[in-house]
């Protein structure tokens, strides 16, 4: 809820005031653990790549970019195609400012008979979805924070929503959705002509099958993808998805006009002739993870099975451990579910002074 007092004067949407907005504290620390970013900076060969691609286009700034992203969206589809064997094309490719942006672009363009999601999940579906106009209805998972297929189907033939959203690993809890059980939801969504939104922004990280290769049997089906997590490439602000050349089309008609820079475009280009650099460290990454799994039940914590680069742990008086642990230097994310809290995966340093702290905040164990 919002404690912002709005002048009387600034005509708000009446259902917009009582929202604050989205944002992960930004306070400084010597271990910044709670926006899930990897720690591992571009490499200094991808950095000489996009200064050279950016000094390369710097000239023709006075011109607006590609309007339609194209040689970006083929080099999208072809490095898709590589890591999940599919074959997709160009025009089956969408790409904007963040995940984010696409996700609003669904919502404007496909949400007329509203939206539904599984709680826990990542909150700024449903924000989106409220700013947008559009009536989200909020589906729930087991106590374990896993999916129940039976449950989520019979919500999905009881409320005909237009546009389903699943996010697998999913965020705040890193918990996946298997591809037999994505196929299941995405018949019962092809059944009342609804689309399935499966948000994997993180399943670089994941050892499951994508839902991109489902894409050829499902024309509902859509894959949201991101260049932020594994590619390290957060501050470029670059998401994309994957789905039927006609959702592509759709996606025509509410985006914004040349809504990614030349910049953007040159920059995400030299990531992508760079991937295996780039995502060079999902391996260690998930090392990482397990191991840092291990440390925290060592210390009593219940640890939510994750397949992404953060991890979910239960933790008594989350709100007083968040604090001592920012006292200790080190942030990480309260993700406002009770009796837990969420780590980023960092670098070797970062994961070993969130554990010092925690058991310091602990009483020492």
């Given at each position: 809820m919002?404690?912002?007092?709005?002048?009387s004067w600034l005509p708000l949407r009446a259902d917009l005031a009582e929202l604050s907005p989205y944002g992960a504290p930004q306070v400084p620390s010597l271990a910044q653990l709670n926006t899930n970013e990897n720690p591992y900076p571009p490499s200094p060969e991808l950095v000489e790549a996009i200064v050279a691609r950016i000094s390369e286009v710097a000239g023709t700034l006075n011109r607006y970019p590609d309007r339609d992203a194209i040689k970006l969206r083929t080099a999208l589809a072809q490095f898709l195609n590589n890591i999940?064997?599919?074959t997709l094309s160009m025009d089956q490719i969408w790409a904007a400012n963040g995940s984010n942006e696409i996700?609003?672009?669904?919502?404007l363009a496909c949400a007329d008979r509203g939206a539904l999601g599984f709680t826990p999940s990542y909150s700024m579906h449903p924000l989106i979805a409220r700013v947008a106009g559009v009536r989200w209805h909020e589906g729930h998972r087991r106590t374990d924070f896993t999916l129940d297929i039976k449950e989520a189907i019979a919500q999905v033939?009881?409320?005909?929503?237009?546009l389903t959203f699943i996010t697998t690993p999913n965020n705040p809890t890193g918990t996946s959705i298997s591809v037999d059980e994505i196929a299941q939801l995405a018949r019962a969504c092809a059944s009342v002509s609804g689309l399935l939104i499966v948000d994997e922004a993180y399943a670089e990280f994941s050892r499951d099958i994508s839902a991109l290769t489902l894409l050829g049997e499902h024309a509902n089906v859509v894959v949201i993808r991101t260049m932020s997590k594994a590619f390290a490439f957060a501050g470029v602000r670059l998401g994309y998805?994957?789905?039927?050349?006609?959702?592509?089309a759709a996606m025509l008609l509410v985006r914004l006009p040349y809504h990614l820079s030349t910049l953007t475009q040159a920059a995400a280009m030299a990531a992508l002739e760079f991937q295996e650099q780039s995502l060079a460290t999902v391996a260690t990454l998930r090392e990482s993870r397990d191991r840092l799994a291990q440390a925290l039940e060592e210390l009593g914590c219940t640890v939510v099975p994750s397949s992404a680069n953060f991890i979910l742990f239960s933790v008594e008086h989350p709100n007083k451990m968040w604090r001592s642990l920012l006292d200790q230097g080190v942030l990480i994310r309260d993700v406002g579910l009770s009796g837990y809290l969420r780590v980023t995966v960092g670098n070797e340093v970062e994961n070993e002074r969130f554990i010092s702290a925690l058991r310091q905040s602990l009483g020492g164990k």
């Open positions: 919002s404690q912002h007092q709005w002048p999940s064997g599919t996700i609003q672009s669904l919502f033939l009881d409320l005909q929503p237009g998805l994957a789905g039927h050349k006609e959702l592509i």
